[in-house]
């Protein structure tokens, strides 16, 4: 078996069960192989010192976690002005928030290259390498500048948006050319994929040898949806934990007599939340029944607050959250309890339970986790509802949800109102179709296919 080589920007402990992502879903392969994982120190030097590029070996188990140091310049410049400032924003179709400045680009170069300098001296030839997300496009293009022959994959956990949308970017030839230096390039959906295919065909003229196979720049591409998935029996486990089934009580206690709706989001203006609260305003105003007998509980983990889009989104959600309350509530009862910060993730799958209806509504996102995750919590016997966007990756698997275009405020709040009064066999039947499809493509299912298919594209 071949050893398996994790790169991602930040790494976790696999063995802590708080860890969740790639250390989940990643920590069995990792451990099975005696794996390694790679990517940046959690200590950020400052410049000037001579530890740059320093490197911080541990053990957790089988796995061997090496982190290397960036300087203060070179990380904030790689990750919150390129990666955050520049990708983000374009790969969630928001050109009007993308910061470009050629400085940033090359600090995100720099940083790119020291990891493949760093990494390079611990591989073996048979290691298999899984490169994560957007903050590492350009890994593999350095690696091989180095005389890495091993076989390289690369996930993007991100949207890819259509091909006008990535030429807006300066260097995209640069990074799109990038890609090209993986054996595999795996995307969440078939959305993502086919914008691959268009742009290489259009922006890179490469030549298109089957729907998953490129050619360009002298080698060979392939490329594949792989939706990530849970790992759903971990999450169901939570769901009957100690700290869910309190939660879930107390929930029903202070609830009892209103049905409850809920989001849980990072607070990221591609999460469509100002939208959101919008169409809970217009529920309220279109269906007076509704005052009342429900509450919105939004829960929005503070996120990359040092990026001013961040801040802006705060703002208006306040303010929003602030106007609905003070419209419409009264001393009884509140239409939206708004939580800007992270809940306990042994508590979620209680306080998912708790409602009748999630609102699972981004603008655009890669998949989303938390549509899964509030099926899986669900009692199969009264399930509730998940209204949920069509343009979340995960809307092409989760068909049995409620879809809705977050930009129509009035079809966002007529499916909400549908939801509440969904009548228990409609409710059923969507929650079992809904929970085989998370189960059968569970995180499992992932990282298998994405592997094999790592295998077979590099025989
Ligand atoms: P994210 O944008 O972070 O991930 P998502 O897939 O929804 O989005 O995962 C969020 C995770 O964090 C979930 O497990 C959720 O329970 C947890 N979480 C979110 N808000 C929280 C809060 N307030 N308190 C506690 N926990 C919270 C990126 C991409 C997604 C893609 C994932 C995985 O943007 O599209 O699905 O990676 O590939």
């Given amino acids: 078996m071949s050893r398996l080589v994790l790169v991602s920007n930040r790494l976790a402990d696999p063995r802590k069960p708080a860890a969740g992502g790639l250390a989940v879903a990643l920590g069995d392969a990792l451990a099975a192989s005696g794996g390694l994982w790679f990517g940046a120190d959690h200590e950020v030097i400052e410049d000037g010192d001579p530890r740059a590029g320093e490197l911080r070996v541990q053990r957790a188990g089988r796995v061997t976690l090496v982190t290397v140091k960036v300087a203060r310049g070179d990380y904030e410049r790689y990750y919150r002005g390129y990666a955050n400032g520049v990708l983000w924003p374009v790969f969630h179709y928001r050109l009007d928030l993308a910061q470009f400045d050629a400085g940033h680009m ?9 990891f493949a300098q760093k990494l390079q001296p611990l591989l ?18 350095e690696l091989r500048a180095l005389g890495c022959q091993q076989r390289i994959g690369f996930f993007l956990h991100i949207p890819l948006p259509p091909p006008l949308i990535l030429a807006a970017i300066p260097a995209h030839e640069w990074l799109m050319q990038a890609l090209f230096a993986y054996d595999l390039v795996g995307l ?41 998935g849970l790992d759903v029996d971990a999450f ?17 206690e202070q609830y009892a007599h ?54 802006d989104i705060r703002r208006e959600l306040e303010g929003l959250a602030g106007a609905i309350n003070g419209d419409f509530g009264d001393l009884d009862w509140m239409p939206i309890r708004y939580l800007h910060r992270t809940v306990a993730r042994n508590r979620i799958p209680g306080l998912y339970r708790a409602s009748a209806v999630a609102l699972v509504t981004p603008l655009r996102d890669g998949m989303n986790l938390v549509a899964k995750e509030y099926v899986v919590a669900q009692d199969s016997a009264d399930p509730g509802v998940l209204v949920l966007s069509r343009f979340a990756g995960a809307a092409e698997q989760l068909t ?7 930009y129509d405020t009035e079809g966002t709040a007529e499916a909400i109102r549908r939801a509440l009064v969904m009548p228990l066999e409609e409710r059923r039947q969507r929650h079992e179709r809904l929970l085989a499809k998370i189960r059968r493509y569970d995180v499992h299912w992932w990282s298998k296919t994405f592997l094999d298919s790592l295998l077979e594209a590099h025989p």
């Fill in 188 to 228: 969440q959906s078939e959305a993502d994929l086919n914008h691959l295919r268009s742009y290489l065909s259009s922006e890179a003229r490469a030549e298109v040898f089957s729907s998953h196979r490129f050619g360009a720049f002298n080698r060979v591409l392939r490329a594949g949806a792989f939706p990530i």
């Fill in 400 to 406: 049995d949800a409620l879809l809705v275009n977050p």
């Fill in 124 to 141: 073996q030839p048979d290691d298999v390498i899984w490169v994560h997300d957007y903050h590492l496009i350009p890994l593999a293009a």
């Fill in 106 to 114: 090359d600090a995100y170069r720099r940083v790119n290259r020291l």
């Fill in 258 to 311: 209103r049905r409850l709706l809920v989001g849980v989001d990072r607070l990221d203006y591609s999460k469509g939340l100002p939208q959101r609260l919008r169409a809970i305003r217009t529920l309220l105003e279109r269906h007076p029944e509704t005052r009342y007998s429900a509450t919105l509980i939004q829960i929005a983990a503070p996120s990359r607050e040092e990026v001013d889009a961040y801040g």
């Fill in 236 to 252: 169901a486990a939570l769901t009957q934990g100690a700290a869910a089934r309190k939660t879930l009580a107390t929930m029903r």
